[in-house]
T-cell receptor, first 111, second 114 residues
Framework: KNQVEQSPQSLIILEGKNCTLQ??????????LRWYKQDTGRGPVSLTI?????NTKSNGRYTATLDADTKQSSLHITASQLSDSASYIC??????????FGRGTSLIVHP | SAVISQKPSRDICQRGTSLTIQCQVD?????MFWYRQQPGQSLTLIAT?????????ESGFVIDKFPISRPNLTFSTLTVSNMSPEDSSIYLC???????????FGPGTRLTVL
């Protein structure tokens, strides 16, 4: 069964701290993995797209990693800011453009 | 990147009525999708909106309940018919171009059914 599992379900950290979010997938065949940020009341916005050949990709304070052998990805946020409070969703397309969404990790950054 | 707008942004409706949600894209796109996001849940694909033909629905979603139109490459509508409180959700429009990995989402329509 094609699935995307994320952990933790929720996370609370202090401003300035780092954190790492996890994504495990069983979707096959694999083409790419995407991380989205969804602010409350907004649609998801893409942070990064990882293809099979990429191990690490950074976008500002966000760094995504991918291990295609173990089918795991992580999203590391450095020096968190209050504006990082959001839901972070891992997405893996199946059969072309039909994505499988994880449930997301709800991140709260406290001052 | 594509800029997507949705109307209405939110609505409160009575049980048994219908609501049509509009999705407008600022450029021609190959593929348009409609998603539902129930409270505390991830996104669930309702259907792929096909230009000039019937939408392709995912398991658990039917045309009578969620009729979709796509008259051109920049516009689509989703109707939530005969609503019940269980239809209370955020409904999101999304677009992608064939051959591109990126998928863009609209801001969503927050629907509350009383």
């Amino acid at each position: 069964k094609n699935q995307v599992e994320q952990s933790p379900q929720s996370l609370i950290i202090l401003e300035g701290k780092n954190c790492t979010l996890q994504c495990n997938y069983t979707v096959s065949p694999f083409s790419n993995l995407r991380w989205y940020k969804q602010d409350t009341g907004r649609g998801p916005v893409s942070l990064t797209i990882m293809t099979f050949s990429e191990n690490t990709k950074s976008n500002g304070r966000y760094t995504a990693t991918l291990d295609a052998d173990t089918k795991q990805s992580s999203l590391h946020i450095t020096a968190s800011q209050l504006s990082d409070s959001a839901s972070y969703i891992c997405v893996v397309p199946r059969g072309g453009y039909i994505p499988t969404f994880g449930r997301g990790t709800s991140l709260i950054v406290h001052p | 990147s594509a800029v997507i707008s949705q109307k209405p942004s939110r609505d409160i409706c009575q049980r048994g009525t219908s609501l049509t949600i509009q999705c407008q894209v600022d450029s021609q796109v190959t593929m348009m999708f409609w998603y539902r996001q129930q409270p505390g849940q991830s996104l669930t694909l309702i259907a792929t909106a096909n230009q000039g033909s019937e939408a392709t629905y995912e398991s658990g979603f039917v045309i009578d309940k969620f009729p979709i139109s796509r008259p051109n490459l920049t516009f689509s509508t989703l109707t939530v018919s005969n609503m019940s409180p269980e239809d209370s959700s955020i409904y999101l429009c999304s677009v992608a171009d064939r051959g591109q990995d990126e998928q863009f989402f609209g801001p969503g329509t927050r629907l509350t059914v009383l």
